[in-house]
T-cell receptor, first 116, second 113 residues
Framework: AQSVTQLGSHVSVSEGALVLLRCNYSSSVPPYLFWYVQYPNQGLQLLLKYTTGATLVKGINGFEAEFKKSETSFHLTKPSAHMSDAAEYFCAVITNSGGSNYKLTFGKGTLLTVNP | DTGVSQNPRHKITKRGQNVTFRCDPISEHNRLYWYRQTLGQGPEFLTYFQNEAQLEKSRLLSDRFSAERPKGSFSTLEIQRTEQGDSAMYLC???????????FGSGTRLTVV
């Protein structure tokens, strides 16, 4: 069964500093990988996704992630944190449980705090 | 508005009461999902529809839970005889194809008192 591990339930950075949120997955088949962001009392917004092709994926709001098959990782980065980046971030993998159900399996999330 | 719409946004109910939530997906998306998110956790899969057919249900979906998508458009999630453990954010999502990301609604936050 596929699973997602997010290392660090809480990450705190200073405004302007590098953001690095870690995600490792386990999958018996080539994965589809996603990062979502969730602001308080809101649904999830897609930041970026990897399906096939280029392993460095660029998303919205200056975020990017690199798929590393050898490390089974899909870490999320942003060169310079902004106060508006403070939110909870979820890494997810699509699993195919058979048929057409490509089900999203989420990690437990990482809360990003940005300090002025 | 072409996003996924969920109603109500918040629901407070007394234990033992029944509640029903509604989800209107993106119109061209035939795949619809319900997820549940409790505090400090990632969303967990509840059930999946392709058009009007409910093709998969999680073991999390006890017999007090029922979901429908009668015409392959909007969906409802009903919880009967609510318990305090049902308090959570209920998220609906839809998607078009296998490699597409899901589009999530803003969720319905249920509080059972």
């Amino acid at each position: 069964a596929q699973s997602v591990t997010q290392l660090g339930s809480h990450v705190s950075v200073s405004e302007g500093a590098l953001v690095l949120l870690r995600c490792n997955y386990s999958s018996s088949v080539p994965p589809y990988l996603f990062w979502y962001v969730q602001y308080p009392n809101q649904g999830l917004q897609l930041l970026l996704k990897y399906t096939t092709g280029a392993t460095l994926v660029k998303g919205i709001n200056g975020f990017e992630a690199e798929f590393k098959k050898s490390e089974t990782s899909f870490h999320l980065t942003k060169p310079s944190a902004h106060m508006s980046d403070a939110a909870e971030y979820f890494c997810a993998v699509i699993t195919n449980s058979g048929g057409s159900n490509y089900k999203l399996t989420f990690g437990k999330g990482t809360l990003l705090t940005v300090n002025p | 508005d072409t996003g996924v719409s969920q109603n109500p946004r918040h629901k407070i109910t007394k234990r033992g009461q029944n509640v029903t939530f509604r989800c209107d997906p993106i119109s061209e998306h035939n795949r619809l999902y319900w997820y549940r998110q409790t505090l400090g956790q990632g969303p967990e899969f509840l059930t999946y529809f392709q058009n009007e057919a409910q093709l998969e249900k999680s073991r999390l979906l006890s017999d007090r839970f029922s979901a429908e998508r009668p015409k392959g458009s909007f969906s409802t999630l009903e919880i009967q005889r609510t318990e305090q453990g049902d308090s959570a954010m209920y998220l609906c999502a839809s998607r078009a194809g296998a490699g597409d990301g899901y589009t999530f609604g803003s969720g319905t936050r249920l509080t059972v008192v």
